[in-house]
């Protein structure tokens, strides 16, 4: 009888403590893993053979056989009056088989499957293997045993003859001349679907060998988008440091380290003052598409590792920034659009429909974003004139604030600064009323105490010549027109040393700015929160590779 202990003393039988059903699941056995467990004996005997090197496979083929890609197959042949030019041509390919059929004992058909091509949508080939087809000195046995080896997910590499099946369709084949030859078997049958949210999360290799690597490519698509409309500016690419004794730039805490000899160090929380040092340092247009990490909060739109573009032009306003960031999203929405039409129904309809409208609803206003001005615009909602408030004053600017607002937007013992209340009223007021669409809408002229690396704004000083980009409520660009006198620059950080939500001092990149640093314009873009958009994705670990940070740990 099967036991299994449920106590120290507890030896009552296991079908009477599961029950029936359960003792069944419990023990079932899964009889596609005993499938492989032959095939995997016979593979750990023989390790070269089944995993062999692409160079000795290579060598054996020279002369003898033209490489071709599955892509390059079925573009190539898509005219079937190739067949008369190309027919005799011997054709080696690699891939990965997606079905396999019998047709008796003589015949075989496989689907090969190419590693996509960048291409939303793996390319597809039929191979045939015909006995008949094959080198007389081979036998029916050897036939047999050297197909039904093989295995769905199996990687091979085959060589063959282009040509059409036998039946009604004529469908585009490769008719093999030898029985395909392993590149790497696989040892453990993939399930056979994987829709649970948390398997996903817990197993992105299987993920995308079952739903596809569509996310992979269009996340890609969107970063070569953004490099190609910088580079056709004029900008050039720049790395800046990710470890310093300093990681400034941003109102975040930072991940500390230190190296073997005990000098602390910090990932950067933002790419911003070292780019900052390269235009004074002489250079006109440069931009980082930079990883940075915030030892913050997980949540739908934020992960402590995250991808953002920074750029930065020497003699550009606000108005030149608004300019270029309508022209970047132009471009890449255009190029995603052009992709999608290129490869037809082979995109998701969501994504394609989110793309179209944001698409639409920019055509329809001339590409141009939608501006709402902070203070005018929170002072009507407010019924104050904030511009008669000292802003520097926490208790100043929560007189205006009606009881159950206050009451809703802070805790009764929570420390205010001037930058946490306006960035809570902000978000109360103005984000949620005026940004909650998705035509892309921009909040410009942010009081100062919110922005203590931007330019004033000469009309009023209160204010700086900042703007962020908002679509549906969530905050896709921050852009303003950087402070470069560096006695207001000091003059800002010290009077934001007194609030805990306050950026560190860099003093050294105030020193720098002694040398003359040209009046310049930058913007920052979170990059994975615009493929969200894009892709039409609610969380961020739907557009990482591996998802969030707590995905990562558990792969």
Known sequence: MLWRTAGATSKAPVCRLLGKWKFARYYAVDTRKLEYAGRNEQIEKDLDYYYPSMSVLRGNHQGKAQSITVEQFNAQFQDREEFDRYGSVLYTMNGRIKNIRFSGKKICFIDLQANNDNRLRPSAVQLIVNFNALDPKLTVEDYVAGTTFLRKNDYIQVQGFAGVSSSSTHQLSLRCTKIPSILSPVKLPLPSKLVSTSKIHKNRVIDYQLNGTQILILRSQVIKSIREFLYSQGFLEVETPILSSKSSGANATPFVTKTKDNVPLELRVAPELWLKRLTISGLNKIFEIAKVFRNEGIDAVHNSEFTMLEFYQTYASMDDLITMSENLFKSVLLDLQKLIKEQGNEINDQISSNIDTLVFNLQESNWKFKRI???????????????????????????????????????????????????????????????????????????????????????????????????????????????????????????????????????????????????????????????????????????????????????
Do not use: W
């Open 373 to 555: 001005e902070f203070l005018p615009t929170l002072s009507n909602e407010l019924h104050t004139d904030l511009n008669k408030i000292d802003l520097d004053e926490p208790s100043e600017i929560l007189k205006a604030i009606p009881e159950d607002v206050k009451h809703h937007l802070f805790s009764q013992n929570e420390a205010l600064s001037p930058h946490r209340v306006l960035d809570k009223l902000c978000s109360h007021y103005i984000e949620q009323k005026y940004c909650n669409t998705p035509h892309p809408t921009l909040i410009y002229h942010h009081p100062l105490p919110l922005s203590p690396l931007a330019k004033r704004n000469p009309l009023n000083p209160r204010t700086v010549k900042r703007f962020e980009l908002f679509i549906n409520s969530k905050e896709y660009v921050n852009a303003y027109e950087e402070e470069n006198c560096p006695h207001l620059q000091m003059e800002n950080f010290v009077n934001q040393q007194n609030h805990k939500d306050s950026s560190t001092i860099d003093f050294q990149y105030v020193e720098s700015m002694k040398y003359g640093m040209p009046p310049t314009g930058g913007l920052g873009l979170g990059i994975d929160r615009l493929c969200m958009l894009l892709l039409g994705k609610p969380r961020i670990e739907d557009v990482l590779p591996f998802g969030t940070i707590d995905d990562v740990n558990t792969q």
